[in-house]
């Protein structure tokens, strides 16, 4: 029984420094890495200082905080919070337009509405489709303006017309001498602005009214006319007429040609006839060329008669020949009337006449002188008053 207890006291005894060992292993094992994990966290807070300092070098408004043993899991948290209101913010920003979108009403998308393109106008046809031929001229009616401007609704202001479905073949501008016809006026405007609308020409009717009560200069006033209506727009040709004179035909185009047109060839006063070959007076056209080619018109011829003559023997001297319409087409009625004061037969006509040759170079468009006095636009015409000098 005795040795019995021995082995069983030193079993117990080495049991004991067995669990003894154990014991001081474990503690030993805890020890080591309590103190390795500590080792670790400084090397962190050492890491995150190191970075905060670069960043306050970069940036030294921002001040990092000394450490705190635990901040950096504050830190971390409140960065995820941040990070976590911000994707929230960026949420909300995104279903904004959508919210609105279902709030707002669904608008109609209305598609524009598309324009066809302009069509260029093409040039008008050398003879007018819209002529009539023969018409019946008479002077024995009363007349209106304000009714011939209603029956003439597509002039604008100063008598100008351009036809709208093609473009004009020339651009004219009606050159009238004038002073103290009135009534021979209303005549000639009720006549002649459906005609030229009809010959669909791009036109301006200009009126050249002489001032007071000296002679009478007609040659003189179509240079005025010549420049003032140039003035107002480029036009390329010149119809030169007398107030009296209308046309029987609207065949009889009031345009140029390539030689200086002579317009009024068969007048009822002469017996529907020429009356003689050289003879340019009355309507007659001439181009913006051939105006300038003859210097043109004298300045010089007061009173009635000889200057048409003089035109004549400027354009022969320059080569052109006179072109006529046939005598049926070129028939005119003139308005009868007395003579006009301070219109007499020019006595120095025919000497004038034989020294065209020697004058015209240095009389004419190069020597015009005059005066404005009053420009006035009307519905059916332009009408110009100029002081033109005397004698």
Same mark, same amino acid.
């Given at each position: ?14 049991? /004991? ?5 154990? /014991? ?231 345009? /140029? ?74 028939? /005119? ?59």
């Amino acid at each position: 029984m005795a040795g019995d207890s021995t082995v069983n006291f030193s079993l117990l005894h080495r049991t /004991c420094k067995l669990v003894v060992l154990l /014991c001081f292993l474990h503690i030993s094992v805890t020890v080591f890495f309590y103190v390795r994990s500590l080792d670790i966290r400084f090397a962190f807070v050492r890491n995150q200082q190191s970075h905060s300092n670069s960043t306050t070098d970069m940036n030294p408004v921002r001040n990092i905080p000394e450490y705190t043993p635990g901040l950096e899991l504050n830190m971390a948290a409140t960065k995820t919070k941040d990070q976590t209101k911000e994707q929230t913010a960026k949420v909300k920003k995104a279903e904004e337009p959508e919210k609105k979108k279902a709030e707002e009403p669904e608008k109609k998308t209305v598609e524009p509405v598309k324009k066809e393109p302009e069509k260029k106008l093409e040039k008008c046809p050398e003879t007018s489709p819209l002529l009539v031929g023969a018409l019946r001229v008479e002077f024995n009616m009363p007349l209106d303006l304000q009714q011939v401007e209603k029956e003439n609704p597509n002039l604008r202001p100063g008598g100008r017309f351009w036809p709208r479905e093609c473009v004009a073949q020339q651009k004219v501008a009606i050159i009238i001498p004038f002073r103290k016809r009135e009534e021979h006026l209303k005549f000639w405007l009720y006549y002649l602005h459906p005609i030229l609308q009809r010959q669909q020409l791009d036109y301006g009717v200009y009126v050249i009214n002489q001032d007071g009560d000296e002679t009478f200069n007609r040659a003189k006033l179509l240079n005025i006319g010549y420049v003032e209506a140039l003035k107002e727009y480029d036009y390329e040709c010149f119809v030169f007429s007398d107030v009296d004179l209308i046309p029987m035909d609207d065949r009889n185009t009031y345009k /140029c040609f390539s030689q200086p047109r002579h317009l009024s060839v068969s007048m009822d006063k002469f017996g529907f006839k020429l009356p003689y070959n050289q003879y340019f007076g009355g309507v007659s056209s001439l181009s913006k060329e051939q105006y300038l080619k003859i210097n043109g018109f004298p300045n010089n011829y007061w009173g009635w008669g000889g200057e048409d003559d003089d035109i004549f023997n400027r354009l022969s001297s320059r080569g052109m020949s006179i072109s006529r319409p046939s005598g049926d087409i070129g028939k /005119c009625r003139m308005i009868r009337h007395q003579r006009d004061k301070k219109n007499d037969p020019n006595p120095q006509r025919f000497n004038r006449i034989a020294h065209t040759r020697e004058t015209m170079q240095k009389d004419g468009i190069n020597s015009l002188t005059y005066r404005v006095v009053k420009a006035e636009k009307f519905h059916l015409y332009t009408l110009i008053t100029v002081d033109v000098g005397k004698p």
